[in-house]
């Protein structure tokens, strides 16, 4: 028999991931909502405990207490296996769905690819949802806590504050930004790689048998 | 050069077992069959007797326990996965029972997915998937998604999408399993059409009897291994003596 085959290209531009990562967003939008939302939780927890401390701090009082980096280790341990469980979730849903792509030419890679865009926008928007939402509850205790006061919040916030990391090249309010997106982006990417290899490794004729 | 491959599809000695716990199950043991270019032919038999292992051990999704799978004359348990990710791509469209597009797409993008793979220019892949599903009757179904069409054109749509890398085969396993009778004629009209048009070769796995009507020869199998294999013309003789 000849071995005459010109083998050509394959490939997934990142465009093209990325767009059906977003369809995938939004026509699965309770699923990743619920994903989304554990992100959000867990850097809502982050933000406001900082900004609360450096208020008080501002204010005179202890500021930030190394038992509060374990408080948020735990905090965000929850929440990435969280995110885990249900990523795990998304990938049996979509068992068949995988067993397609892989007909139609996908290789492993495409697949992690698919998973892993999708893992980044979910922290990603998880990130600044979680921000807004911490700093407002930060602001509410500022302000419903005659110690603390608005005006002490607003200057512990614009000016910076080394024991935040990254707080003394930056005010402490877009410090804790950068760190809650940061934090969330990483977290959601390193839950989801469990989840998106054992997808994209998923023998196609398995997948495609798999009736939910 | 196209016409260069006499066979497109052919089967050595092709044997898939199954471990069961302590008992082996033969899906398939010994099947040598041969598929001509442009041929329409039909997989039948029972439950069990291995029309999907036969199908996907053709379409490159599995591996054979023993024996050889040649596609265009290629040998495709040599291939290492992204060859084989490239044959699926290009050599070979898929149509399910179920139908299997992606749900969050729509149907004009369902039928682009395997051109991106293949590396297609997006003018060109709109222009080709506007085209293909023009030709399956689906021209005003566009931008609907699966769920928004009906059975029949879920399928249709997976024709198109089949055909969209203009492959050597198209291998369909119960293209009509979940159709209503008159649904599943108009689709296995519509492969046939098709495959005289473009002289693209269409194996299917079914137990649709409407299927014999259409086909140049139907593969009986039974227990794993090829029962009996029947031309139309003999086809047509049984019917006349019964």
């Known amino acids: 028999m000849a071995q005459s085959v010109e083998i050509g290209e394959i490939r997934l531009p990142v465009a093209e991931a990325f767009r059906i990562s977003l369809e995938n967003i939004r026509r699965r939008f309770t699923r990743v909502a619920i994903t989304t939302a554990s992100v959000t939780l867990g850097i809502a927890f982050f933000v406001s405990l900082m900004m609360m401390a450096s ?6 009082g202890a500021g930030i207490q190394p038992y509060m980096y374990w408080l948020l280790f735990i905090s965000l341990l929850v929440c990435g296996v969280g995110i885990t469980n249900s990523m795990l979730i998304a990938v049996a ?12 030419g996908a290789l492993d890679r495409h697949i992690l690819e698919m998973f892993l865009m999708e893992a980044l926008l979910v922290g990603g928007i998880g990130g600044l949802t979680g ?24 200057r512990a916030m614009i000016s910076g504050n080394p024991s935040i990391p990254l707080g003394n090249l ?21 839950a989801t790689l469990y989840p998106a290899y054992y997808a994209a490794k998923l023998n196609p004729a398995e997948a495609l048998r798999y009736e939910i | 050069m196209a016409l260069r491959y006499e ?25 040598n069959v041969k598929i001509r270019r442009g041929e329409y032919v039909s997989i039948m038999g029972p439950s069990g007797a ?78 080709k998937a506007r085209e293909l599903l023009e030709r399956v009757g689906l021209g005003d179904r566009l931008y609907h998604r699966p769920t928004e069409l009906s059975g029949g ?13 203009d492959p050597a085969i198209i291998l369909a396993d119960e293209p009509t399993g979940n159709l209503d009778l008159q649904t599943g004629l108009e689709i296995i009209n519509l492969l046939r059409q098709l ?23 139907i593969i009986y199998l039974r227990d794993g291994r090829v029962e009996r294999i029947e031309t139309r013309a003999e086809i047509a003789v049984e019917a006349e003596e019964a």
């Open chain 2, 195 to 217: 495959n005289k048009e473009k002289m693209v070769t269409v194996v299917t796995a079914t137990h649709d009897l409407k299927m014999i009507d259409v086909s140049d020869r």
């Open chain 2, 153 to 165: 054109q879920q399928q249709r749509v997976a024709i198109a999408r089949a055909l969209a890398n």
């Open chain 1, 131 to 154: 921000y807004l939402v911490g700093l407002v509850a930060a602001l509410v205790y500022a302000i419903a806590n005659p110690g603390v006061g608005i005006a002490n919040a607003v």
């Open chain 1, 170 to 190: 930056m005010p402490a309010s877009v410090a804790l930004f950068a760190l809650g997106v940061g934090i969330a982006v990483l977290l959601s990417l390193i």
């Open chain 1, 93 to 104: 849903e979509r068992y068949k769905e995988i067993g397609t792509y892989k007909c139609l």
């Open chain 2, 50 to 127: 291995g029309k999907t292992t036969l199908f996907n051990m053709i379409g490159g999704l599995d591996r054979p326990t023993r024996g050889r799978v040649y596609i265009d004359e290629v040998d495709i348990s040599k291939l290492d996965a992204y060859e084989l990710a490239w044959l699926r791509a290009r050599k070979i469209g898929y149509v399910f029972q179920t139908f299997n597009l992606i749900p969050v797409l729509t149907a004009i993008e369902n039928v682009m997915l395997p051109m991106i793979f293949a590396g297609v220019r997006r003018e060109e892949r709109i222009r």
């Open chain 2, 7 to 31: 066979y497109t599809v052919e089967t050595e000695d092709l044997a898939k077992y199954y471990k069961m716990g302590a008992y082996i199950v033969k899906a398939l043991d010994g099947v």
């Open chain 1, 55 to 60: 208020f008080q701090a501002a204010a005179g």
